[in-house]
């Protein structure tokens, strides 16, 4: 075994990778008082009561390679379900199709979750753990007590299950307050303008290239064309060329 195997601060939370930026930078007694104080591997009561009040969460995923992607997660409250101290579950509802969390939980399964009280209390809690994509109806098997969502457009056929790993506070010093207000949103919809159509440009910018690539493909011939019938000839061929004036 090597050195760096019997690493006593293997058995801490987190990476060789942030144990080695706490030496370096001389946090370590901070990091470890953090550990030992608020990184639990199980949701205690206080964070259950959180995750049940919680409306939207981000969810950062990695394919096999590393290659990351964050998205938003967004329902009424409760949507998360606590199905246990060490088990949380959230329903994918129809999106765009891609499928990138998806798919990258099928090639690693650790997820990072982080939910924030933007409103009353400005703090946070991260979930980090494994996962797995159930269908609804295995799910219910196993949970026959999961409700089920009223609206069409919230009714999931998939949901992602996560053993909880990892489970501590997001400190509130730099988290806005935000003032929620009334918003009816068309869960479901695969029309383009309540999903925000195409906000960015990106699609027009897209169809202007293509269609500037597309002249510009077509340019070089013309240009063969008219430069031949265009071009002087050599001076020693123009007609009258070398004539006595």
Same mark, same amino acid.
């Given at each position: 075994m090597t050195d760096a195997?019997?690493?006593p601060r293997d058995l801490l939370p987190g990476s060789r990778g942030e144990h080695r930026l706490q030496e370096r930078l001389g946090t370590v007694n901070r990091a470890e008082r953090f550990y030992g104080d608020q990184v639990r591997d199980r949701l205690l009561p206080t964070m259950i009561e959180f995750v049940q009040r919680?409306?939207?969460?981000?969810?950062?995923?990695?394919?096999?390679?590393?290659?990351?992607?964050?998205?938003?997660?967004?329902?009424?409250?409760g949507f998360v379900e606590v199905l246990d101290d060490r088990h949380v579950a959230y329903p994918e509802y129809r999106g765009n199709g891609v499928l990138a969390s998806l798919?990258?939980?099928?090639?690693?399964?650790?997820?990072?979750?982080?939910?924030? $009280?933007?409103?009353? =209390?400005?703090?946070?809690?991260?979930?980090?753990?494994?996962?797995? #994509? &159930? @269908?609804?109806? !295995?799910?219910?098997?196993?949970?026959? $007590?999961?409700?089920? =969502?009223?609206?069409?457009?919230?009714?999931a056929?998939?949901?992602? #299950? &996560? @053993?909880?790993? !990892?489970?501590?506070?997001?400190?509130?010093?730099?988290?806005?307050?935000?003032?929620?207000?009334?918003?009816?949103?068309?869960?479901?919809?695969?029309?383009?303008?309540?999903?925000?159509?195409?906000?960015?440009g990106s699609a027009a910018a897209r169809r202007a290239e293509e269609a500037e690539d597309a002249a510009g493909a077509e340019l070089p011939g013309r240009r063969l064309e008219s430069d031949l019938g265009d071009e002087p000839a050599p001076s020693g061929e123009r007609e009258g060329a070398g004539a006595a004036s």
């Open positions: 195997a019997l690493d919680m409306s939207m969460m981000f969810v950062a995923t990695s394919d096999g390679h590393g290659e990351c992607d964050n998205s938003l997660r967004a329902g009424p409250e798919g990258n939980i099928a090639e690693n399964p650790h997820v990072g979750i982080l939910m924030v $009280d933007f409103v009353e =209390d400005l703090i946070g809690l991260h979930v980090n753990g494994t996962a797995r #994509v &159930v @269908e609804d109806a !295995e799910l219910r098997d196993e949970y026959p $007590d999961l409700p089920v =969502d009223p609206a069409p457009g919230r009714r056929e998939l949901w992602v #299950v &996560v @053993e909880v790993e !990892e489970a501590y506070i997001h400190c509130r010093k730099h988290i806005p307050r935000m003032v929620p207000t009334d918003r009816r949103r068309r869960w479901g919809t695969d029309a383009a303008a309540p999903k925000g159509g195409d906000f960015f």
